[in-house]
């Protein structure tokens, strides 16, 4: 069974902990599978763009971006995967949603920081927001 699967990816010890999980359990490395791992950037307040000016903002952006898949992609070649990196900027839960929707994806993988349920009731989590967004089955690692 092959399956499209997208990994959402922030850097945390959360990003460390779903990709310890993905190797010890098999079924989820096949190499039939396809994976994308993306990260998602809050956008800089728009009088900081000004500021900085475009290029030093896509400098940041490229950077922190890399920062983040670094490890991810040493993951990837370590276990042979076919799969890519990619970052996008903006709203994080609603950019890995929509991702997840639209770029035809059968799985969508996170990790999540292991909030209380108070704590999620008053603020809410990425996680929390994207299960509640995407139509895509979500494993959120803990």
Same mark, same amino acid.
């Given at each position: 069974?092959? $399956?499209?699967?997208?990994?959402? #990816? ?7 902990? $779903?990709? *310890? ?7 989820? =490395?096949?190499?039939? /599978? /396809?994976? &994308? ?8 307040? @728009?009088?900081? #763009? ?6 030093? #903002? ?9 920062? %983040? ?6 993951? %990837?070649?370590? /276990? !042979?995967?076919?799969?890519?990196? *990619? ?6 839960? *609603? ?12 799985? =969508?993988? $996170? ?8 704590? !999620? +009731? &008053? $603020? ?5 927001? &994207? +299960?509640?967004?995407?139509?895509? @089955? ?5």
């Amino acid at each position: 069974l092959d $399956m499209r699967i997208l990994l959402a #990816v922030d850097g945390s010890p959360y990003t460390q902990k $779903m990709l *310890d999980y993905l190797a010890s359990h098999p079924e989820w =490395l096949g190499n039939t /599978h /396809h994976y &994308v791992a993306l990260t998602v950037q809050p956008p800089l307040p @728009p009088r900081a #763009v000004k500021a900085l000016g475009k290029d030093l #903002v896509a400098d940041y952006y490229a950077e922190e971006a890399q920062k %983040v898949l670094a490890p991810v992609h040493q993951f %990837v070649e370590a /276990h !042979k995967l076919d799969a890519q990196c *990619d970052s996008k900027i903006g709203h994080i839960a *609603d950019t890995i949603a929509e991702m997840a929707d639209t770029g035809g994806y059968d799985l =969508l993988i $996170m990790g999540t920081r292991g909030y209380t349920a108070l704590a !999620k +009731l &008053v $603020m809410g989590s990425v996680a929390t927001q &994207v +299960l509640a967004q995407s139509k895509t @089955p979500v494993l959120l690692i803990r």
